[in-house]
């Protein structure tokens, strides 16, 4: 039920025209030429597999998604898409490519941050709202680096959490980012899990 649970909060974040798949972490799935994480312990392989999986089930159709040098997943021509993995849920998302240009999508648990970590990612804020601005953060790096392939730390952004969702403003230029403007994204908590989307 969690599982299922987190695909329907994912596929009511996204445009109607996204895909949208889920897979269970614990289960053994078949990886494709391309997809293999070289030399990963067992439990990273098995994530692996399942966001694999999970994406080929946003796709609708068996096939590979490989990784570029930076581990970025490698999609089919005319799809964007994201992968995201917590505990036994692995997610992802794909969009046709042209109306779109980026998709960022993160899981994670809902139990709060450790308060060195809340610190790190969120100043001084509670650290079950840290978590929030943590999941916030994830979903905007992964759409952010779809198109300026540049890497930042939790101090790139600063998020604030709207009715809407929240909005992550870039503290530094990023590719055609430029600081100060800000990327929208939207959030669903179930009882268990987080899950942020920022769709560019």
Do not use: N
């Not at 897979?23 to 030429?33: K, V």
């Not at 036994?88 to 779109?100: E, F, R, S, Y």
């Not at 450790?114 to 100043?123: D, E, H």
């Not at 980012?177 to 994204?185: N, V």
Request: proline residues 8%.
């Amino acid at each position: 039920m969690t599982l299922a649970a987190c695909m329907d909060g994912l596929r009511a974040m996204l445009p109607p025209e996204a895909g949208v798949g889920g897979a269970d972490t614990a289960e053994a799935y078949p990886i494709m030429p391309g997809e293999a994480l070289a030399g990963a312990h067992p439990a990273r392989q098995r994530e692996t597999a399942a966001g694999r999986h999970a994406a080929r089930m946003a796709l609708g159709r068996p096939v590979a998604v490989g990784r570029e040098a930076d581990h970025a997943p490698i999609w089919p021509e005319g799809w964007i898409g994201s992968i995201t993995h917590s505990g036994p849920v692995a997610l992802a998302a794909v969009l046709p490519q042209g109306p779109w240009l980026a998709i960022g999508i993160d899981i994670e648990d809902r139990t709060p941050l450790v308060p060195a970590v809340a610190r790190l990612v969120a100043g001084g804020c509670d650290s079950g709202v840290a978590k929030t601005i943590f999941v916030a953060k994830e979903a905007a790096y992964k759409a952010q680096f779809m198109i300026s392939r540049q890497r930042m730390g939790f101090d790139g952004f600063d998020v604030r959490i709207t009715p809407a969702g929240f909005e992550a403003q870039f503290t530094q230029t990023k590719g055609p980012f430029a600081a100060g403007t800000s990327l929208r994204g939207r959030l669903w908590f179930g009882t268990t899990y987080l899950v942020a989307t920022v769709v560019v």
